[in-house]
């Protein structure tokens, strides 16, 4: 009677490690059926990076089989069309800028070659530089602070790469029907 009753205790405790088990599989398939992304355009895939705290902070691109939440964004389509610059503006100069003012690109990347774009976003929130620009030296506080800035420009069909470098100019001051003299001929 006794051996009756621990085959059955065995059995019960069977049963619930297999619908543990069916329940597992159930959150498994559905969190693999959302896994599954489409894009909403064409572009280039751009895999993000994070730091890796465990090997000392060093940033590395996500990869699969790394564990992420589901709000976590691990990768961006890139319109290489038209392109976006994401820059910051010393405060210094921000208060001479406004949105829409005309911007022209050049690239390392396509020598000799120009790209007229625009002034399409000023951020109203500085930060201090070494939080924005993390190369700027130093752990604490820098006493300078910096704004986020976003220039749109077409490219033309030029192929870019998301990362490029790029020298931005600010077109400030627009003067016409005025004398110009290089500054060596005074």
Not at 27 to 52: K, L, P
Not at 59 to 86: F, L
Not at 136 to 164: H, K, L, V, W
Request: glycine share 10%; charged share 30%.
């Amino acid at each position: 009677e006794r051996r009756v009753r621990q085959i059955q205790e065995n059995l019960e405790t069977s049963k619930l490690r297999v619908r543990s088990a069916e329940h597992q599989m159930l959150r498994d398939q559905r969190e693999i059926s959302r896994a599954e992304v489409r894009a909403t355009r064409d572009g280039v895939v751009m895999v993000r990076q994070y730091r890796d705290w465990r090997s000392g902070g060093k940033s590395r691109e996500y990869k699969a089989g790394v564990e992420k939440y589901p709000q976590d964004i691990v990768a961006d389509i890139i319109d290489p069309k038209s392109m976006t610059i994401e820059m910051v503006v010393n405060e210094a100069d921000f208060h001479g800028l406004r949105e829409g003012m005309p911007v022209r690109v050049e690239m390392p990347a396509f020598p000799g070659k120009i790209f007229d774009g625009r002034l399409n976003r000023l951020g109203a929130l500085g930060q201090d530089r070494n939080l924005v620009d993390p190369t700027g030296g130093g752990g604490g506080a820098s006493e300078i602070i910096m704004f986020t800035a976003g220039i749109t420009f077409e490219g033309d069909g030029t192929q870019f790469r998301p990362g490029m470098s790029a020298q931005v100019n600010i077109v400030v001051d627009c003067r016409e029907n005025v004398v110009h003299v290089p500054r060596s001929a005074v």
